[in-house]
């Protein structure tokens, strides 16, 4: 029988239900070709960068290789993070880095109990370019000019490899400032041809800014508002939703809690529970869960699993009643940022808003 037939003989109200149903599926809008992307790009980055056709091609390239729809939101948030990170330098300068670099060495030096003497003596020798690695280190610039000199000087100086091991201690490069362990974590997909190391690559505008946007948006995350991803940027996946879990945590037990996403502490020994893993443990008759139920669901606090476990439903349940109103499932981070490059008191939340503002004025181009 045809929905036309059907529809004739049915009260005025259904028929517009009924016809809606009936309705063909409305048709996919078109996907949007690469070059229409990149001349969107073009459009939103800042009217004076340098090689801009450069920059947009290889952001469009990090979106349709990842499957990440190109849409102004998306873009701008690509674009947000970027002009934070760096204003739009593959290999941004940072000020007084000689001085940071030395102080790294002879932090570590400190605590292997190495004679300044020692160090100093290393620093003399000549590096594979010709130049001492003291002469090196006095004129870095960029994290890549120290990342290369520690490279080399962990390679070829005994000394090297008794402070550092293997370990570089630059850990963030590129355009948007991303981790390289993250990098190296997730390159099984990255599509280009890698010469040396995924260090190396991390350090290039197109490595950047492609493993910068799978760390952004490479993950799923429905939260009502960009600021919480660019938290989570800075704080790490989920951070942000697992910061709102704490401060439900915090009110079903009255414990109170750090809200820094951080749920499960790293390494915490299953009889040494960090300070949200005891709270929990307090309400686990409540929960009708046992101390090993709460750390398998807190082992998934790093993925999307972690909102289907028992822990996080129940927690919520027991946390609303007690407030007597619906609770946010996402809040900023309250983490304070410390690195030898922090020379004044900068915390998530600063990084976030920052970064939101800069999505916002970009959203304003693209809608205008």
């Known amino acids: ?31 949007r ?37 190109p849409t102004a939101e998306n873009l701008c948030a690509v674009l947000a993070v970027t002009e934070q990170e760096s204003t739009f330098r593959t290999d941004p300068p940072v000020p007084g880095l ?10 570590r030096a400190a605590a292997l109990h190495v004679p300044d003497f020692l160090v100093d003596a290393a620093l003399r020798i000549d590096s594979p370019d010709g130049r001492s690695y003291r002469d090196r280190l006095a004129a870095v610039r960029t994290e890549k000019d120290m990342s290369a000199m520690f490279e080399d000087f962990i390679g070829m100086v005994p000394l090297g490899q008794r402070l550092f091991g293997r370990l570089n201690p630059v850990r ?13 974590a997730h390159a099984k997909n990255y599509p280009y041809p890698v010469e040396g190391s995924m260090r190396h690559e991390v350090f290039s505008r197109r490595g950047g800014l492609w493993f ?13 508002k960009p600021i919480y991803r660019f938290a989570d940027f800075n704080a790490g996946w989920y951070a942000s939703r697992n910061a709102a879990f704490q ?20 390494d915490a020994a299953f009889d040494e529970p960090g300070q949200t893993e005891r709270a929990l443990r307090t309400l686990a008759p409540r929960l009708d869960l046992d ?13 999307e699993a972690f909102e289907r476990t028992p822990l996080y439903g129940r927690v919520f349940d027991l946390a609303e009643r007690s407030a007597r109103k619906p609770l946010p499932r996402a809040l900023v981070p309250g983490i304070a ?19 939101d503002e800069r999505y916002q004025r970009c959203m304003k181009r693209a809608r205008s």
């Open 33 to 69: 070709s690469p070059a229409e992307v990149r001349a969107q790009i073009v459009r939103l980055l800042p009217a004076g960068l340098a090689d801009r056709g450069g920059w947009a091609a290889d952001i469009e390239a990090a979106m349709r290789t990842q499957d990440i729809e």
């Open 247 to 266: 401060n439900a945590a915090s009110i079903a037990s009255g414990v109170p809690l750090a809200r820094d996403g951080a749920v499960l502490r790293p």
């Open 212 to 224: 910068g946007t799978a760390h952004l948006l490479g993950y799923p995350a429905p939260y009502p």
């Open 291 to 303: 101390a090993k139920d709460i750390r398998r669901a807190l082992e998934r606090g790093g993925d």
């Open 337 to 355: 940022l410390h690195s030898p490059k922090i020379t004044r008191r900068l915390t998530t939340a600063w990084f976030a808003n920052r970064v």
């Open 98 to 107: 000689p001085k940071i670099a030395r102080a790294e060495i002879d932090r």
């Open 172 to 184: 963030t490069a590129g355009p948007m400032q991303v981790g390289i362990a993250f990098a190296e």
């Open 1 to 31: 029988m045809s929905c036309f037939i059907t529809v004739r003989r049915l009260a005025p109200f259904i028929l517009l239900a009924l016809l809606g149903g009936c309705a063909a599926p409305r048709p996919k809008a078109p996907s």
